[in-house]
């Protein structure tokens, strides 16, 4: 009976699918990371999975997750260009500055590994009764 090969192979085939997922033996399971509105901005907003931006305009979010907000890695914006991205005092919490018309995705990595991103579009300003 030959058995040592094949726990071998499958021991090694184990490792391999758990690396190609991204996990390791120190990793932890993916957070339910959610991007929340701060308070409404007075034009634009964030709802769902997107946020309207106009430009000039500050829109202020927080992360949730079951990490710590220590635990977030990276917050990062694709195009600067597009919006600038600012850090608050709250380790949670950022703020949006739409800078020119367009589109970018904003990316907060949690521990690492869980990725959640939101679509942001900035908009021209439009004047304010």
């Keep these: 009976m030959r058995t ?51 430009m000039g305009v500050v829109v202020g979010f927080a992360l949730t997750s079951s990490l710590s907000p220590s635990e977030f890695n990276t917050v990062s914006v694709d195009d600067p260009a597009v919006v600038t991205l600012y850090a608050t005092t709250d380790p949670s919490t950022y703020a949006l500055v739409g800078k020119s ?21 900035v908009t021209e300003q439009t004047p304010q009764p």
């Design 101 to 121: 018309v367009g589109l970018t995705t904003l990316h907060a990595t949690a521990a690492g590994a869980s990725e959640t991103t939101m679509i942001v579009t």
């Design 4 to 54: 040592g090969p094949r726990i071998h192979l499958t021991a090694i085939s184990l490792v391999s699918c758990a690396l190609a997922a991204g996990c390791d033996s120190t990793s932890s399971p993916p957070a339910d990371t959610t991007i929340q509105p701060v308070s409404p901005p007075p034009v634009g907003g964030i709802d769902g999975g997107t946020a309207v931006v106009p």
